[in-house]
Structures are given as C-alpha cells and as structure tokens.
C-alpha cells in the first residue's frame, strides 16, 4: 500500500507544548514529517515550502453549543441596555429562547447550519471541537442534535467531540416540577443516549438558579454509570460549591469557575480536574469578574481555554482571540495560553495523546502561519494571518 508522506520544510519557528519537558518549546529552521496524517521522526515524500514562517498545532477548542437554529442578537442590545444574563432568562429569554429552534428544526437543516459553524472555526485555526447537545430538552430533540454532531462530524474536515446536556435548563412544561425533568434525564434520556452510543461526555449546568448540587450529583452519577465521561458548568455566577463537585465526582473538566472559592480550586488542585476557562463570556457578557486563572495556576491546576460559543452569551469561535483574551484579563502570557488552547485543550477531552502538540505519534493537524513568532497571534481578533491549514495530514482550503 502506497504511504502519503508530506514533508514541511524551511520551518522558521516551530512552536509546540512538549509533554516530556512540560514547556512550550520552539524549533527554529526545521522541518515536520507527516505520514499517513500522523508525525513521524523521517521521511521521503511531497516538500511543502513554509518560507521561514511560524508552524503550529491546530486549535483544540473544549467548549461549545454550536446546535442551534439562530443566534439571540435581540439580547445583545437587552444587555446594552442594562439587562443581566440571569434577568434576560428570567424574562423568557437565554437558553430556553433556543428551545423551539431546535425542537422544530429538521436534522437536516441543523446540519446545514452545524456544518457552515464548523467551516467558520476551520477557517480560524480550530481543528478539534467539543460540540455540546442542550437546546433541545426533551429526549427526542436532545438525541437529534447528538445526531447532527454525528452526521456533520461524519462529513467535515472538523474533529466533533459529542456531550450530552440535557441538563442545560429547565424547560418550559417543567417549570414548576424541576426535580421531575431530574427525573426525565435519569430515567429516560441518559439511557437512551448511552443506547444512541453517539455521546463520549455528560455536562450539567450546575448554578444556583439551574441544576443545584444534588440534582446534578443524581444526574452525572447516572451519566457515570451508563459509562459517559463528566464535565460541568461550575460556579459561573455564584459559587454554588460545583467546583468541589466537580472533585467528588471525578470530572475531567468544570468550566466558567468565574465565582470559583479558594475550597473550590483546593478541591479541583487535589483531585485533578482541569479548569477549563471562558474568557469570551465574560467579555462577551460585559462583565468585569474573570476567571481566578492565576491562582488556579498556582495551586498546579491545569487550565484549559475555550470559546463556549454559543447562541446568546458567546458568539466567539477564534481561539487566537480567546488566547488575547487571557492575556489581557486572566493575566496568562502568551506561553501559557497557547498550550492551554493546544494540549491541555485537548487534555481536557482525554485526547492528549492524539492531538495538541507536535510531537511524534499524534495526528497531523497543523497551523503554517504568515507570522514568525507566536506572540504575533493574539494581536489578530480578525483576518487571521493563517498562510495553510492542514488537518490529519492534508492541507485544505
């Protein structure tokens, strides 16, 4: 069988997160041999001339809720106007505005809108995409939009990670019997999910307001048990205590964490979780609180970096903005949010050994840059200085 071999040569800088020394390392006049989609350390085959540019992985983006019919523009100008998130969704609006799109969306047309979202990330560096499930609410809308992530992801260049959240809000005929749709999500949806065998992750938006402690420990240790990984949306507003749930339970991940306490990051320290950090909500949002990235740091919590695009709160799909982002406001620098937008990105999707770095053995999704050095990205928020995408292994349009 005839093998493909690329080979990436006159590399100015190559600059990647290397697992072994636990730093982000730069390479300079080198060259990068990809075979079959996969790095390797030699070989022969088609020269691809970088002209002394800057090479990078791919983006690795952790969080998103890109199935949805439209995005909520009216609350922008609600926001402007002085509404907060939590006042918009109790006037009707947020999350449960988006439930009659996708409840009354053809998988067709949600495939239609998915898959031109996918190409707009491609197009910004992001190679690799969590994709969460969340505006349906009810068993059949929920396994839909697991559905549409399965079919974009079968079409598209993208890598589509699938989460189920179920447990994003409580829908309308719930309203007043929220411990009924715990219920719902237990007893039917999880299994029926684990049946479907589309989801790898359960998320649960754990916040005062939405799905308290309890509520969300009954929804993800059934998650646990029908074998899906957990996730949550931990103290985004108030601290709720998500964080330390996050710990008890074994998370992979609690993201936002802009409320998070001081118990709350020693309990995600000692047990291992990834903070995985949204800078563009709260910018998006207008609100002044970030994120305690620095201290999560320095009780030797890994962070991840995210867009959580999204309908109404975050419509952001640059990873190279949210890198700026965490330079300007989480006090990151440019080092760091770049490997937390690459491998601990990809580590917070148990995907570290696949994508994230370009080191030998991982896939071949590779960012060739009009730029020299790394710390030229986070000045784009637009028109990105991208010169070839390659994703596992082949360059694309």
């Known amino acids: 069988m005839t093998r493909f071999v690329m080979?990436?040569?006159?590399?100015?800088?190559?600059?990647?997160?290397?697992?072994d020394s636990g730093e982000v390392e730069t390479t300079s006049n080198t060259s990068l041999v990809i075979e079959d989609g996969i790095i390797v350390e030699n070989g022969s085959g088609e020269f691809i001339d970088c002209t002394g540019?800057?090479?990078?992985?791919?983006?690795?983006?952790p969080h998103t809720h890109p199935v949805f019919l439209d995005l909520r523009v009216d609350e922008v100008a609600m926001?402007?106007?002085?509404?907060t998130y939590e006042e918009i969704a109790a006037m009707g609006g947020g999350i449960n505005s988006s439930i009659n799109g996708v409840r009354n969306a053809s998988v067709d047309e949600l495939i239609e809108r998915v898959s031109r979202r996918m190409d707009q990330f491609l197009k910004l560096g992001t190679t690799t995409v969590e994709c969460k499930s969340g505006y349906g609410l009810n068993t059949e809308a929920e396994l839909n939009s697991l559905q549409v992530i399965h079919e974009v992801n079968q079409r598209h260049e993208m890598d589509m990670i699938p989460t189920f959240l179920g447990a994003h809000a409580f829908p309308p005929e719930f309203a007043h019997d929220h411990d009924g749709y715990v219920d719902l999500i237990c007893t039917e949806m999880i299994p029926a999910v684990a049946e479907q065998g589309i989801a790898v992750f359960c998320d649960v938006f754990c916040e005062n307001g939405y799905f308290n402690v309890d509520q969300s420990r009954r929804i993800l240790n059934t998650a646990k048990e029908y074998g899906l990984t957990l996730r949550l949306h931990a103290d985004e507003f108030e601290d709720s205590g998500a964080a330390e749930l996050a710990a008890e339970l074994g998370a992979i991940s609690a993201d936002h964490l802009m409320a998070v306490t001081d118990v709350g990051i020693e309990s995600l320290a000692q047990n291992n979780v990834i903070a995985t950090l949204l800078p563009g909500t709260t910018f998006f949002l207008d609100k002044d609180t970030y994120a305690p990235a620095k201290e999560l740091?320095?009780?030797?919590?890994?962070?991840?970096?995210a867009t959580d695009f999204n309908p109404g709160s975050c419509h952001i799909k640059s990873m190279p903005f949210i890198i700026h982002l965490a330079c300007k406001y989480l006090g990151m620098t440019v080092e760091q949010a770049f490997?937390?937008?690459t491998y601990y990105s990809a580590k917070a999707l148990n995907l570290e050994h696949v994508v994230g770095s370009l080191t030998i053995g991982r896939k071949a999704d590779v960012i060739?840059?009009?730029?020299e050095k790394l710390s030229d990205i986070p000045l784009h928020d637009s028109g990105l200085p991208i010169k070839m995408m390659i994703k596992n292994g082949k360059a694309i349009d």
Do not use: H, Q, Y
Not at 53 to 61: A, E, K, S, Y
Not at 79 to 83: H, I, M, N, Q, S
């Open 7 to 19: 080979i990436l040569e006159n590399i100015g800088n190559l600059t990647t997160f290397n697992p």
């Open 53 to 61: 540019c800057l090479v990078t992985p791919g983006f690795v983006d």
């Open 79 to 83: 926001r402007k106007a002085g509404a």
């Open 297 to 305: 740091m320095k009780m030797g919590v890994d962070i991840a970096l």
């Open 339 to 341: 490997a937390s937008s």
């Open 368 to 371: 060739v840059w009009d730029v």
